[in-house]
């Protein structure tokens, strides 16, 4: 029973890690922009569901505004703040995501204060569900289930369709792709809506696994995130799901397994398994060298 609660909640953590993940390896697959505003945008999906449900929006309805609205969202981080600067030096887009990430939560912290928030969800969502013999509620059954069915559809959206063939060659070379006659500009901007959207859901997820949101709640998110894209292999989205659910069994092992004493120093654990992984694959699990993109 203990083995199959931690197997849970290393799947629902590690769904959420691979939500978030998406995000960066799709920005710097292309742009090769780390875009570290880009977990901040997990607290303005929080922060907008707390709006819709104060507002009685039905929760079906909240979740698809939530995708919207963060699509919104990840079309104007890129219109505002990363397309003047497309052919700048890549310091130059890398500065201005951290200058982004933190104007974006001071602006949160003026509009809602840096105390934390409430989370809370309609009450069916705490309905328990016994699965192997162990009580999971049925937020976590969504958070597990739409997540893979998510992933999913972006695998087949990038390898089936005519915008995901025009996203795979622009990541492996964007001045041949632009010659063949592909709209890059077009191209990145969808890519920035697709994460950032996932990056919003992700967000609300979170807030009602951990019944709490704060303007500076998507920061550690983000960047344990991050960390799962590099361990993936960054610039793979098969690659950033998979360093998503590493990084996340890994969290719920180090606290589940450790004495209770270590179980504070699990962060420290989890960047030890990217500096471990990173020596025997400095790609990452599905990454390619710069010369194979070649």
């Known amino acids: 029973m203990y083995v199959t609660e931690i197997f849970i909640n ?39 569901n707390i709006g819709l449900l104060k507002m009685s929006v039905p929760w079906p309805i909240a979740i698809a505004c939530v995708l919207v609205l963060g699509a919104f969202i990840g079309f104007v981080i890129d219109k505002v703040a990363f397309y003047p600067m497309r052919d700048a030096p890549q310091v130059t887009g890398f500065i201005a995501s951290l200058a982004l990430s933190l104007l974006i939560q001071n602006l949160g ?93 992700a967000g609300m997820l979170w807030g009602g696994r951990y019944g709490q949101v704060d303007p500076l709640m998507g920061f550690l998110p983000g960047l344990k995130a991050f960390v799962a894209a590099v361990i993936g292999g960054v610039g793979s989205i098969a690659g950033a799901a998979i360093g998503g659910y590493l990084l996340g069994f890994s969290e719920i092992l180090f606290v589940g397994l450790l004495p209770g004493r270590m179980s504070g120093y699990r962060d420290a654990f989890v960047f030890g398994l990217l500096i471990l992984i990173l020596l025997f694959m400095p790609n990452g699990i599905l990454g390619k060298s710069e010369e194979q993109r070649a």
């Open 10 to 48: 290393g799947l629902i953590q590690g769904s959420l890690y691979a939500l978030i993940a998406i995000g960066f390896t799709m920005i710097y697959g292309i742009l090769r922009l780390i875009n570290f505003a880009h977990g901040d945008v997990i607290m303005i999906g929080a922060f907008i």
């Open 109 to 201: 912290i003026l509009l809602f204060t840096a105390q934390p928030k409430n989370f809370s969800l309609p009450d069916f969502f705490r309905e328990n569900i016994i699965v192997g013999g162990v009580k999971v509620t049925f937020l976590s059954i969504i958070i597990i289930f739409s997540s893979i069915i998510l992933l999913a559809l972006l695998l087949l959206f990038v390898h089936k369709t005519k915008m995901g063939v025009a996203m795979r060659a622009t990541a492996e070379n964007m001045r041949v792709a632009r010659l063949m006659g592909i709209k890059v500009n077009t191209v990145i901007m969808v890519a920035f809506m697709i994460g950032s959207a996932l990056a919003a859901y």
